[in-house]
């Protein structure tokens, strides 16, 4: 059962979904940005892209650590199950998967912080309007409610 979750992401079940939000909240972000550049409004259009770069990086640190937690209690499920060849010795576990595994649950928790020091450093380094940055991370609230509308349509043909 996990060779399979491993096997592909785009195999996963609404996996095609997810990427349609990642890919959307950097659309709506720099479309949005795009439109206050067209204003002439750089600051605004810094703002507006950074929001969304940092909404984006939230919903990917999500999305992995959501996965690491399922893919732990995958092979934790599966685990009485196998047998091993060798009962006396502990399965084997990769020094990078652990690594990664660890650095996901990291991502995860501490994404909140990530995302705060993010907005400090573009509303400190780049002087743009602290607006313009939460507006720009709403742009992951647009493209969830999007990718949401869309899946009810097309299922309703």
Same mark, same amino acid.
């Given at each position: 059962m =996990?060779?399979?979750l491993q096997?592909?992401?785009? #195999?996963?079940h @609404?996996e095609q979904? $997810?990427?349609?939000?990642a %890919?959307?909240?950097l659309? %709506? @972000?720099f479309?949005?940005?795009?439109v &206050?550049m067209a204003?002439? +409004?750089? #600051?605004?259009a810094?703002g !507006?892209a @950074? @929001?969304a770069?940092l909404?984006w990086?939230?919903f990917?640190w999500?999305? +992995?650590?959501i +996965? &690491?937690m399922l893919?732990?209690a995958m092979?934790?499920? #599966?685990?009485p199950?196998?047998a091993?060849? #060798? &009962?006396?010795?502990?399965?084997?576990?990769s020094v990078?998967s652990? *690594?990664?595994?660890?650095?996901s649950y !990291?991502? !995860?928790? %501490?994404?909140?912080?990530?995302?705060a020091l993010?907005v400090?450093?573009i509303?400190?380094?780049?002087?743009?309007? $602290?607006?313009? *940055?939460g $507006?720009g991370?709403c742009? $992951? =609230?647009? &493209?969830?409610?999007?990718?949401s509308v869309w899946?009810?349509v097309k299922?309703v +043909?």
């Amino acid at each position: 059962m =996990i060779g399979q979750l491993q096997k592909s992401e785009a #195999d996963l079940h @609404g996996e095609q979904v $997810l990427q349609r939000i990642a %890919f959307l909240t950097l659309v %709506f @972000g720099f479309a949005t940005a795009i439109v &206050a550049m067209a204003l002439h +409004r750089a #600051d605004w259009a810094k703002g !507006l892209a @950074g @929001g969304a770069v940092l909404g984006w990086l939230n919903f990917r640190w999500l999305r +992995r650590g959501i +996965r &690491a937690m399922l893919n732990a209690a995958m092979a934790q499920a #599966d685990a009485p199950r196998t047998a091993q060849p #060798d &009962a006396s010795r502990p399965p084997e576990k990769s020094v990078k998967s652990g *690594i990664s595994t660890a650095g996901s649950y !990291l991502a !995860l928790l %501490f994404r909140y912080a990530l995302v705060a020091l993010g907005v400090y450093v573009i509303f400190n380094y780049l002087h743009v309007p $602290l607006v313009s *940055i939460g $507006l720009g991370l709403c742009a $992951l =609230i647009a &493209a969830i409610m999007t990718a949401s509308v869309w899946e009810v349509v097309k299922n309703v +043909r």
